[in-house]
């Protein structure tokens, strides 16, 4: 039927009709759902048009009337990734006016941002954004915040995947790397799985990690590889730029902050800037607060004069390495440069766990921050007041404030008791050691009196002897004979015995004062007596004549000396016993008979049938070989256990007892008794209780959540002085930006 009515129809009909149709479709309004922005301005613009396409025209009676919200004449704005967003049309939405001051801002003088904008292209800062392809989502939010006034020729994007968004291209830092690491190593086993992600036109969204499980994603394993290839490819595209400043896409950047701290640098001195941590011996910029590296860093590390592929050959050696940015400061430092500490500047720590108050961050200005929301936050000052201050009060439970001041525990107290004990029992022993000493050269000055007593009359008896021998023989010329024996010695003259009596009576009278005495004339006669010197007037040698010795303590001072051998003729002609064994060969036989611990085992005999029982001693002995070795264990185990108490022992008593008044020594009982404290402390801001512990907190801040009961505590109680804080933070107003830490 149709082709029937088709014949009917002219030819030229069916022709006008066509090319109606066509010009129609050709000329109708453009509607591009699909818009392309030139760059990320583009973006902002469009996000921010509804704002100026308001009118606000004057009533009869001079009282503005608000007309509706109407779609601007700009292409549909649309999300970065997925889906479209269409302007909405609805009559129901008021809006407030724009102000004079911000449409003139926004028609004809450059914005505040785009004046940063150009002082960072003058001053040559590039900027590089690290990313994931799990993190596309949260590059989008970046484009129209952090980076809504950055060009093309602004920034560099690497992530692991090659793609783009917006006007950007997203380069993948990973197309370098070792194409045997790449298609084996297991930290790319989710590069694999994104690129063939991409190949099938699989949603990449469904390979997003969980950020609870740390440092065990995948992508986070897989980012180490990235740090040194980025910054080798970013020096390639950008050879000549002064500063490059490294980000990521959880990092917040106050770009005039920025701008203004990389003013106090020179870009010609090799610097590496970041906020320092530390493993090992090298200290490595924190990649989430950011870094940057200067010009002359760029050339010692990738210039010229440097080998090829730097990148490629730490790919071997970043297997046995945590992560990317520690060894980006390891390869930096290889050529000479080592990590500039920026901190507070460049910041890692949340504005909830940040130390705010009196020598801790307050006036110095937030360059970046990590995990951070976009702001107008320019100091620490800032921070606090925005984030901490509504939120601290005199007291909140299942709450740890992170004070990290002043601690008073019940083991402290039982601890500092137990000091003090020690210390008073060191001092009693000490004080009886002196009184045992003082008492000992009291009784060796009696002791020395009776000797210089008795030496008296020995010398008045040798005096006689003397005399008495001079009359026997005075008729014989020649002088009596010695035996061949040293002559006498004269002794050190006896003490006085006023001074022995005086020093006595000193002696007894400073007895508690502990005054010192000195021995004097003991040593000499206790040598003289162990050398035979003179003694009494008579020479001894009791090593050769102990009978001498025998008549000493049998007849005393009095006895006579032993003639010698020579002098005595039936001692003379006395024949040697030759019959009398050697002390020598005595001693020789003695050590070749057998003892009887020397016996052999084996010679164990059966008492019934006189065998030897070989297995019987081999147990025998094993036996005794693991007795002997428990005991060894045993002392060795009691040894060491003595000397960890003595190291301990020692360890107490050189501690200092610490001076506690009676509000800290109870400051640990209850959450009251630790409040009483900190409020009597005027450096306490803050103050945090559990089970037996208090600690004080010289500085404020916010802290995070406690769960009761954690490890048996019980429940973690904070409280703030707030009057003190407020009134601390009102005296310390931040009138200009410090640039000085601590």
Same mark, same amino acid.
């Given at each position: 039927?149709?082709?029937?009515?088709?014949?009917?129809?002219?030819?030229?009909?069916?022709?006008?009709?066509?090319?109606?149709?066509?010009?129609?479709? +050709?000329?109708?309004?453009?509607?591009?759902?699909?818009?392309?922005?030139?760059?990320?301005?583009?973006? %902002?613009?469009?996000?921010?048009?509804?704002?100026?396409?308001?009118?606000?025209?004057?009533? $009869?009676?001079?009282?503005?009337?608000?007309?509706?919200?109407?779609?601007?004449?700009?292409?549909?704005?649309?999300?970065?990734?997925?889906?479209?967003?269409?302007?909405?049309?609805?009559?129901?939405?008021?809006?407030?006016?724009?102000?004079?001051?911000?449409?003139?801002?926004?028609?004809?003088?450059?914005?505040?941002?785009?004046?940063?904008?150009?002082?960072?292209?003058?001053?040559?800062?590039?900027?590089?954004?690290?990313?994931?392809?799990?993190?596309?989502?949260?590059?989008?939010?970046?484009?129209?915040?952090?980076?809504?006034?950055?060009?093309?020729? &602004?920034?560099?994007?690497?992530?692991?995947?090659?793609?783009?968004?917006?006007?950007?291209?997203?380069?993948?830092?990973?197309?370098?790397?070792?194409?045997?690491?790449?298609?084996?190593?297991?930290?790319?086993?989710?590069?694999?799985?994104?690129?063939?992600?991409?190949?099938?036109?699989?949603?990449?969204?469904?390979?997003?990690?969980?950020?609870?499980?740390?440092?065990?994603?995948?992508?986070?394993?897989?980012?180490?590889?990235?740090?040194?290839?980025?910054?080798?490819?970013?020096?390639?595209? @950008?050879?000549?730029?002064?500063?490059?400043?490294?980000?990521?896409? *959880?990092?917040?950047?106050?770009?005039?902050?920025?701008?203004?701290?990389?003013?106090?640098?020179?870009?010609?001195?090799?610097?590496?800037?970041?906020?320092?941590?530390?493993?090992?011996?090298? $200290?490595?910029?924190?990649?989430?607060?950011?870094?940057?590296?200067?010009?002359?860093?760029?050339?010692?590390?990738?210039?010229?004069?440097?080998?090829?592929?730097?990148?490629? @050959?730490?790919?071997?050696?970043?297997?046995?390495?945590?992560?990317? *940015?520690?060894?980006?400061?390891?390869?930096?430092?290889?050529?000479?440069?080592?990590?500039?500490?920026?901190?507070?500047?460049?910041?890692?720590?949340?504005?909830?766990?940040?130390?705010?108050?009196?020598?801790?961050?307050?006036?110095?200005?937030?360059?970046?921050?990590? +995990?951070?929301?976009?702001?107008?936050?320019?100091?620490?000052? *800032?921070?606090?007041?925005?984030?901490?201050?509504?939120?601290?009060?005199?007291? =909140?439970?299942?709450?740890?404030?992170?004070?990290?001041?002043?601690?008073?525990?019940?083991?402290?107290?039982?601890?500092?008791?137990?000091?003090?004990?020690?210390?008073?029992?060191?001092?009693?022993?000490?004080?009886?050691?002196?009184?045992?000493?003082?008492?000992?050269?009291?009784?060796?000055?009696?002791?020395?009196?009776?000797?210089?007593?008795? *030496?008296?009359?020995? #010398?008045?008896?040798?005096?006689?002897?003397?005399?008495?021998?001079?009359?026997?023989?005075?008729?014989?010329?020649?002088?009596?004979? +010695?035996?061949?024996?040293?002559?006498?010695?004269?002794?050190?003259?006896?003490?006085?015995?006023?001074?022995?009596? !005086?020093?006595? &009576?000193?002696?007894? @009278?400073?007895?508690?004062?502990?005054?010192?005495?000195?021995?004097?004339?003991?040593?000499?006669?206790?040598?003289?007596?162990?050398?035979?010197?003179?003694?009494?007037?008579?020479?001894?040698?009791?090593?050769?004549?102990?009978?001498?010795?025998?008549?000493?303590?049998?007849?005393?001072?009095?006895?006579?000396?032993?003639?010698?051998?020579?002098?005595?003729?039936?001692?003379?002609?006395?024949?040697?016993?030759?019959?009398?064994?050697?002390?020598?060969?005595? %001693?020789?036989?003695?050590?070749?008979?057998?003892?009887?611990?020397?016996?052999?085992?084996?010679?164990?005999?059966?008492?019934?049938?006189?065998?030897?029982?070989?297995?019987?001693?081999?147990?025998?002995?094993?036996?005794?070989?693991?007795?002997?070795?428990?005991?060894?264990?045993?002392? !060795?185990?009691? @040894?060491?256990?003595?000397?960890?108490?003595?190291?301990?022992?020692? #360890?107490?008593?050189?501690?200092?007892?610490?001076?506690?008044?009676?509000?800290?020594?109870?400051?640990?009982?209850?959450? $009251?008794?630790?409040?009483?404290?900190?409020?009597?402390?005027?450096?306490?801001?803050?103050?945090?209780?559990?089970?037996? =512990?208090?600690?004080?907190?010289?500085?404020?801040?916010?802290?995070?959540?406690?769960?009761?009961?954690?490890?048996?505590?019980?429940?973690?109680?904070?409280?703030?002085?707030?009057?003190?804080?407020?009134?601390?933070?009102?005296?310390? #107003?931040?009138?200009?930006?410090?640039?000085?830490?601590?």
């Amino acid at each position: 039927m149709l082709q029937a009515l088709a014949r009917r129809v002219p030819f030229r009909a069916l022709c006008f009709i066509a090319v109606t149709l066509y010009l129609i479709f +050709h000329d109708r309004p453009p509607r591009n759902f699909i818009p392309h922005f030139k760059d990320a301005r583009s973006i %902002s613009k469009c996000l921010q048009s509804n704002l100026t396409s308001i009118l606000w025209t004057p009533d $009869a009676d001079n009282t503005p009337s608000q007309h509706a919200f109407t779609c601007p004449a700009c292409p549909v704005c649309s999300n970065a990734t997925t889906a479209t967003l269409p302007c909405s049309t609805s009559n129901d939405v008021p809006l407030p006016p724009p102000s004079p001051a911000e449409t003139t801002r926004i028609d004809s003088t450059p914005s505040p941002e785009q004046q940063i904008m150009d002082s960072m292209r003058a001053q040559g800062i590039q900027v590089v954004f690290k990313t994931g392809a799990q993190e596309l989502a949260q590059l989008a939010i970046n484009l129209g915040t952090t980076l809504r006034f950055f060009d093309q020729q &602004d920034v560099l994007f690497f992530s692991d995947m090659h793609d783009s968004i917006g006007p950007f291209t997203v380069h993948d830092a990973l197309r370098n790397v070792n194409q045997n690491i790449r298609d084996n190593h297991p930290d790319f086993e989710i590069y694999r799985k994104l690129k063939q992600y991409h190949m099938t036109g699989q949603n990449i969204q469904d390979l997003v990690e969980d950020s609870s499980h740390g440092d065990g994603r995948s992508g986070w394993k897989l980012d180490k590889w990235k740090f040194l290839h980025m910054i080798e490819e970013a020096f390639e595209m @950008r050879p000549n730029a002064k500063w490059y400043v490294f980000i990521e896409t *959880d990092s917040y950047v106050m770009w005039r902050n920025l701008v203004a701290y990389l003013q106090r640098f020179d870009h010609r001195t090799p610097l590496f800037l970041g906020s320092a941590l530390g493993y090992g011996s090298i $200290a490595f910029a924190h990649g989430g607060s950011g870094y940057v590296i200067s010009n002359a860093a760029m050339n010692k590390l990738l210039g010229p004069a440097q080998p090829e592929d730097i990148a490629a @050959r730490w790919d071997s050696k970043l297997q046995g390495v945590c992560c990317g *940015d520690m060894a980006l400061a390891d390869a930096l430092h290889a050529k000479g440069v080592d990590l500039t500490g920026a901190h507070p500047f460049f910041n890692g720590y949340k504005p909830t766990t940040l130390t705010y108050g009196p020598q801790q961050h307050w006036c110095q200005p937030v360059v970046t921050m990590h +995990h951070v929301i976009p702001a107008d936050f320019t100091l620490f000052a *800032d921070l606090y007041h925005y984030f901490v201050e509504p939120h601290i009060a005199h007291k =909140t439970d299942n709450w740890d404030n992170l004070s990290h001041g002043p601690t008073y525990t019940k083991e402290m107290l039982d601890e500092d008791h137990e000091i003090s004990e020690r210390k008073k029992k060191l001092d009693d022993n000490r004080r009886e050691a002196e009184e045992r000493k003082l008492m000992k050269d009291a009784d060796d000055i009696m002791e020395q009196k009776r000797l210089n007593e008795d *030496d008296r009359k020995d #010398a008045d008896n040798s005096e006689d002897d003397i005399k008495g021998e001079a009359m026997d023989n005075e008729d014989d010329t020649q002088r009596p004979d +010695h035996g061949g024996r040293r002559p006498k010695r004269p002794l050190q003259p006896p003490m006085d015995d006023n001074l022995v009596d !005086a020093t006595l &009576d000193n002696t007894a @009278r400073d007895l508690f004062g502990r005054k010192k005495l000195r021995r004097r004339g003991w040593e000499v006669n206790e040598q003289a007596h162990n050398k035979g010197w003179e003694i009494n007037g008579k020479v001894e040698h009791k090593a050769e004549n102990k009978k001498h010795d025998e008549m000493e303590k049998k007849d005393g001072p009095e006895a006579q000396p032993v003639e010698d051998k020579q002098d005595n003729p039936e001692t003379k002609d006395e024949p040697a016993n030759e019959n009398k064994p050697d002390r020598k060969e005595e %001693s020789e036989a003695k050590n070749d008979s057998p003892s009887k611990d020397d016996s052999d085992p084996h010679d164990n005999v059966d008492r019934k049938d006189g065998i030897p029982n070989p297995k019987d001693a081999e147990e025998e002995r094993a036996k005794k070989e693991v007795e002997e070795r428990r005991k060894s264990e045993e002392e !060795a185990f009691q @040894r060491l256990a003595i000397e960890k108490e003595v190291e301990r022992q020692m #360890a107490l008593a050189a501690k200092p007892v610490r001076e506690l008044s009676e509000s800290e020594k109870v400051a640990h009982e209850s959450f $009251a008794n630790c409040r009483k404290v900190c409020a009597e402390k005027q450096e306490c801001f803050q103050f945090v209780w559990w089970k037996d =512990t208090c600690k004080l907190g010289l500085s404020f801040r916010l802290g995070k959540y406690q769960e009761a009961d954690r490890l048996g505590e019980g429940t973690v109680s904070s409280g703030w002085m707030v009057q003190r804080i407020r009134d601390w933070t009102a005296e310390n #107003a931040c009138t200009a930006p410090r640039w000085e830490w601590y």
